[in-house]
């Protein structure tokens, strides 16, 4: 099982440039996270999907949009790259989108380095 | 305040030391509790769970303290292979409706010969 598969691993932009980052999971997870990890803070949630057709807002939504495209894949996109937008982006999904035993442990990508000049 | 704290360290240990780290979280009515790993240019895992009774895995130990409200890690017998960046995380499930894991910043810990 890959687990949750992230593209692209690096990627250079100038302000202003748009990207998307892909993200899919083989794991029938309904749940699906994007995460931004910057230096000397925690994770921080950008967007989420609590199940297929769902998304939402999370605590740094401002400058991503999200799409489920459908229960494995749940992509990002930055219309106008910012350099504060620079960090390591994860996408992650738990089983469900409640809590009970092992249902909301997260399995993350390996991650995506964006670096914005 | 912060709603999840750590010491960032790092914390430079011998090998065969024991380290303890401490976590601290500003919501009285979270949920549930985990450690996770990270290394180096890596994504985060899962180490272990926290319960509400402390467990135990290994040369691992976790506990809960409520009443605190902080989390807390031991390592026993350090190798050289535990050094990493231990991440506290804290879930406010039911706020808001979704799983609400709130990462902190995480402990870095070195192990040398």
């Known amino acids: 099982n890959a687990g949750v598969t992230q593209t692209p691993k690096f990627q250079v932009l100038k302000t202003g440039q748009s990207m998307t980052l892909q993200c899919a999971q083989d794991?029938?997870?309904?749940?699906m996270y994007w995460y931004r990890q910057d230096p000397g803070m925690g994770l921080r949630l950008i967007y989420y999907?609590?199940?297929?057709?769902?998304?939402d807002k999370g605590e740094v939504p401002n400058g991503y949009n999200v799409s489920r495209l459908n229960k494995r894949e749940f992509s990002l996109r930055l219309e106008s790259a910012a350099p504060s937008q620079t960090s390591v982006y994860f996408c992650?999904?738990?089983?469900?989108?409640?809590?009970?035993?092992?249902?909301?442990?997260?399995?993350f990508g390996a991650g995506s380095r964006l670096t914005v000049l | 305040r912060k709603e999840v704290e750590q010491d960032p360290g790092p914390f430079n240990v011998p090998e065969g030391a024991t380290v303890a780290f401490n976590c601290t979280y500003s919501?009285?009515?979270?949920?549930?509790f985990f450690w996770y790993r990270q290394d180096c240019r890596k994504e985060p895992k899962l180490l272990m769970s926290?319960?509400?009774s402390g467990n135990e895995d290994g040369r691992f130990t976790a506990q809960l303290n409520r009443a605190s409200q902080y989390i807390s890690l031991l390592i026993r017998d350090s190798k050289l292979s535990d050094s990493a960046t231990y991440l506290c995380?804290?879930?406010?499930?039911?706020?808001?409706?979704?799983?609400?894991?709130?990462f902190g910043a995480g402990t870095r810990l070195a192990v040398h010969p």
């Open positions: 926290v319960y509400s």
């Open positions: 919501n009285s009515a979270s949920q549930s």
């Open positions: 992650a999904s738990t089983r469900s989108w409640t809590g009970g035993l092992g249902a909301n442990v997260l399995t």
């Open positions: 999907s609590a199940s297929e057709g769902t998304t």
């Open positions: 995380v804290v879930n406010d499930a039911f706020s808001g409706g979704y799983n609400k894991l709130i």
């Open positions: 794991m029938n997870h309904n749940s």
